[in-house]
């Protein structure tokens, strides 16, 4: 099975190109192929396809290998692999996820390769069915006390077609990630779990993010999280619509549009290519 490890802004996933491949049980595969010592090393598994109706269809497995919606940083990797691999001419591309289709604008340098890509990350959900989340299906969950064992927030829980829970802090360096995400991750709220972005605002204009992925634990960045905090700090007054976000792992730009849409933009970066034999894999 060949692979191709991509990064953007130090979200990392193992890419397999489906359309000469084929793939199974693909759960299973995306936690040992996301292990950093037995596997190969990611924060998951995106399996790029044919599709009916996009230039590619992806699907997106979280290193424990749950299924997810969509992938912003992994989605601006499978662009730049088509581009590259010449399966689409074009530096407009359509990709079809699971939170539907996605429209997407390449930048390349003076060889022609991907240095930039812009996303249309589709507008936000802001009703509590779209996540889900317990309560009443309508109500958005804007600014509600979130309470942990020992600790309560405000929480702005919101879908960007996978489901986000932003809370604004002082110093996103003295958040105790590893115990507070996974609380909030499995917390009774969200019967398919959540991800979990707690944001520092350094202006109206730039804010600092640290996330902790349902499925992945603590990343170094998450394109829909981010798409999510720009809407959550729009709306909550924090910040203007066009945000320079610095996660981790590197910086995106991001406009939360008046038509609706979260334009996300940010680097694609090939880091290797590989094969690997599945049934030893997954011994
Ligand atoms: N952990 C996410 C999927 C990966 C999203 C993230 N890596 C991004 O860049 O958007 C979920 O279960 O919804």
């Known amino acids: 099975m060949r692979f191709v490890k991509m990064q953007g802004i130090g979200n990392d996933y193992v890419y397999i190109?489906?359309?000469?491949?084929?793939?199974?049980?693909?759960?299973?595969?995306?936690?040992?192929?996301?292990?950093?010592?037995?596997?190969?090393?990611?924060?998951?598994?995106?399996?790029?396809?044919?599709?009916?109706?996009?230039?590619?269809?992806?699907?997106?497995?979280?290193?424990?290998?749950?299924?997810?919606?969509m992938c912003g940083n992994g989605i601006r990797c499978v662009a730049k692999y088509l581009y590259e691999a010449r399966r689409v001419q074009r530096r407009e591309l359509t990709i079809e996820t699971a939170a539907g289709l996605r429209q997407l604008q390449l930048r390349t340098d003076a060889a022609d390769r991907v240095v930039q890509v812009s996303v249309d990350m589709g507008a936000p959900r802001l009703q509590r069915s779209a996540l889900p989340m317990t309560g009443p299906s309508d109500e958005q969950a804007l600014g509600v006390r979130l309470e942990l064992a020992d600790q309560a927030f405000e929480a702005y829980c919101l879908s960007m077609g996978n489901p986000?829970?932003?809370?604004?802090?002082?110093?996103?360096?003295?958040?105790?990630?590893?115990?507070?995400?996974?609380?909030?991750?499995?917390?009774?709220?969200?019967?398919?779990?959540?991800?979990?972005?707690?944001?520092?605002?350094?202006?109206?204009?730039?804010?600092?993010?640290?996330?902790?992925?349902?499925?992945?634990?603590?990343?170094?960045?998450?394109?829909?999280?981010?798409?999510?905090?720009?809407?959550?700090?729009?709306?909550?007054?924090?910040?203007?619509?066009?945000?320079?976000?610095?996660?981790?792992?590197?910086?995106l730009e991001l406009y939360y549009s008046e038509e609706g849409p979260v334009i996300m933009t940010g680097p694609a970066v090939e880091v290797c290519r590989g094969t690997f034999v599945p049934a030893e894999l997954l011994t």
Request: with cysteine.
């Open 164 to 251: 986000h829970c932003v809370i604004f802090v002082p110093d996103v360096a003295a958040v105790p990630l590893a115990l507070w995400g996974p609380q909030i991750e499995t917390h009774a709220w969200f019967p398919e779990r959540i991800n979990v972005e707690f944001v520092q605002v350094l202006s109206p204009e730039a804010v600092r993010q640290r996330t902790w992925e349902r499925g992945a634990g603590e990343t170094l960045a998450c394109g829909t999280g981010a798409s999510a905090v720009t809407v959550a700090g729009f709306l909550s007054g924090r910040t203007g619509r066009r945000i320079r976000n610095q996660l981790t792992g590197g910086e």
């Open 17 to 69: 190109d489906g359309f000469d491949q084929q793939i199974e049980q693909p759960e299973r595969l995306a936690a040992r192929v996301s292990d950093r010592h037995f596997g190969i090393g990611g924060d998951g598994l995106i399996l790029i396809l044919p599709s009916q109706i996009a230039d590619a269809r992806m699907r997106v497995f979280n290193a424990d290998g749950s299924e997810a919606q």
